[in-house]
């Protein structure tokens, strides 16, 4: 098995860049399904879930070529629309070619994910917005089975019971083959569904008001295909922010959205970072002044994002005060609490609440990664921490950072890959 050893305490100074967005390129390898038309991405990162979301539309019968960070994809017309359960069962993000194969193929099988390490995370509204646009959904066997009516799907009211990331992205994929016009209400505002739906346009779709909660489509009879920039992946560029807030010279964190961040940003500012703005794709952050505890809410964009908290602890541990974090999109996404205890930490959790008092001198140890970004929170204390950490099972993340040891070594920081 590999873990990380992570020598803490250096400062980290110089560049790192950042890489395309795994939440944005995953939906966006999806929409390829939706043409025979050849689909050119560019900025696709070389992580785990990537990959498995090429061998899926592999799978379902898309050729897929990748050089450098893009991707050409084409699905002719022999497509199998199935997701068999050895590449759900690792992925979550596979229910993401539901949408697309009951449109495109009129007919959709994919594997039920089960439970997962941060929550149960149905797919429930996924399947209940198919049925808006007239699907049949059946289940046996463990599969989900998504039939649209001889005609194909039809447009219809799609109105989510609180917003879903992908949920939206699937339904749009759906939405934009469907006869007549589609609304999605309480839709999600994520950058990364704003991602998609500019993919989507390049490809002959007709979308409006994405980026807002109420996103209309009117249906075309075809989509051709399409080149496209995956948009910087915001929550990496996040967890090296906090790296620089608790460990930076100078850090300077490049190709970059700053927009995107702004939620994150504005915590950060007020517990005493020091971010600047240098360009319209560089932020810089510094460390020169003690942090201040700041509370934290987890809220759907444009509030704090979820998977910005677990780094977010890993930063109040080291800020004077007392910090509440409460967690309002997963029930159960606090797994890293108890590991950074074991570093030195104090923190109290009461149901979806974390208190973290701060500041406490962390200490290197074995640690255990439970998810993608618990595996990040437990870096960014090991890189603050006295002593040596070894972080376990990070096949969590290599699902979602790429090259993240070569990037940190870059600026300064010890950190290699064993095998234990
Ligand atoms: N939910 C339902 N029913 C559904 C769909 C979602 O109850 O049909 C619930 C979920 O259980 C959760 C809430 O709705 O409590 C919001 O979940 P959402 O659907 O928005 O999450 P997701 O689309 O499955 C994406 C990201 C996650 C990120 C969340 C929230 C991708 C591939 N994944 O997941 O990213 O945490 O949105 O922003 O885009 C990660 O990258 O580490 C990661 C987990």
């Known amino acids: 098995m590999k873990a990380l050893q992570i020598a803490g305490g250096r400062r980290l100074s110089g560049d790192i860049s950042v890489s395309g967005a795994k939440n944005a390129a995953l939906?966006?390898?999806?929409?390829?399904?939706?043409?025979?038309?050849?689909v050119v991405l560019h900025r696709i990162p070389n992580v785990v879930d990537i990959r498995t979301m090429s061998r899926l539309i592999e799978n379902i019968g898309a050729t897929v070529a990748t050089d450098s960070g893009t991707c050409c994809i084409e699905a002719g017309n022999d497509l199998e629309p199935i997701a068999p359960y050895e590449l759900v069962k690792t992925m979550r993000a596979s229910s993401l070619v539901l949408g697309p194969l009951a449109a495109r193929c009129g007919r959709a099988r994919v594997s039920l994910p089960g439970g997962c390490a941060i929550g149960s995370r149905p797919i429930d509204m996924h399947l209940e917005g198919l049925r808006s646009l007239g699907a049949t959904i059946r289940q046996d066997l463990g599969y989900i089975e998504a039939i649209a009516p001889k005609g194909g799907?039809?447009?219809?009211?799609?109105?989510f019971r609180r917003p879903t990331v992908t949920g939206t992205e699937d339904m749009l994929m759906a939405a934009v083959l469907a006869k007549g016009e589609s609304v999605l209400v309480n839709a999600a505002r994520e950058p990364e569904v704003v991602d998609l739906a500019n993919l989507l346009r390049k490809m002959g779709a007709c979308i409006e008001g994405d980026g807002t909660s109420t996103i209309r489509v009117e249906g075309v009879d075809s989509l051709g295909g399409a080149e496209h920039s995956i948009i910087p992946d915001r929550i990496e560029t996040g967890t090296?922010?906090?790296?620089?807030?608790?460990?930076g010279g100078e850090l300077r964190i490049r190709d970059v959205l700053p927009d995107h961040l702004r939620p994150v940003i504005a915590k950060m500012k007020q517990a005493g970072s020091e971010i600047e703005i240098r360009d319209a794709t560089t932020l810089v952050v510094r460390n020169n002044r003690p942090l201040v505890s700041v509370d934290v809410t987890t809220r759907e964009h444009p509030g704090f994002p979820t998977d910005m908290q677990a780094q977010f602890m890993a930063l109040m541990t080291q800020a004077g005060g007392v910090s509440n974090i409460v967690e309002t999109v997963f029930e159960n996404r606090f797994m890293h609490a108890p590991e950074l205890r074991r570093m030195g930490a104090n923190i109290d959790i009461d149901g979806n609440l974390a208190v973290v008092r701060g500041?406490?001198?962390?200490?290197?140890?074995?640690?255990?990664?439970?998810?993608?970004?618990?595996?990040?929170?437990?870096?960014?204390?090991g890189l603050a921490a006295q002593g040596r950490t070894v972080v376990h099972r990070i096949y969590h993340l290599q699902r979602g950072y790429e090259r993240l040891t070569e990037k940190l070594t870059g600026v300064g920081a010890s950190i290699k890959i064993i095998d234990v």
């Open 27 to 38: 939906p966006a390898l999806s929409a390829s399904l939706l043409t025979t038309g050849r």
């Open 153 to 159: 799907l039809t447009g219809g009211r799609i109105s």
């Open 240 to 247: 090296y922010l906090i790296a620089g807030a608790m460990l």
């Open 359 to 381: 500041k406490t001198q962390l200490t290197g140890t074995d640690v255990m990664a439970s998810d993608l970004r618990a595996s990040a929170c437990l870096v960014l204390a």
